[in-house]
């Protein structure tokens, strides 16, 4: 597993599919396992946004523009992680700090 600090670039994970996502309260981590889409990254086929030190996590599912799983954009700003998803649902990660993991 390759391991970077997470720099967020304009659609870089847009279409990508949020597998599943995993909460730790023990350890305050949040971990969002993801299948990427080709055309970002052509030679990664799953990655890992891993949240440390979390300390608010906000998940709706109310899905206001239909249901899907795959990722419209991500943007962080400061300690906040947004991860707005092709439903409309916004994914919301609070933490100390984050890191993108490819597997």
Request: charged share 30%.
């Amino acid at each position: 597993m390759e391991e970077s600090e997470l720099i967020i670039e304009q659609e870089q994970l847009h279409d990508s599919i949020v597998k599943d996502i995993l909460i730790d309260r023990k350890k305050e981590s949040v971990v969002i396992r993801i299948t990427t889409a080709e055309l970002y990254f052509p030679e990664t086929e799953a990655i890992s946004i891993i949240a440390e030190q979390v300390s608010s996590f906000t998940c709706p599912m109310k899905s206001p523009w239909g249901r899907s799983c795959s990722i419209n954009e991500v943007v962080k700003k400061g300690n906040r992680l947004e991860v707005e998803m092709q439903s409309g649902d916004t994914i919301s990660i609070e933490a100390e700090s984050f890191k993108i993991v490819k597997e």
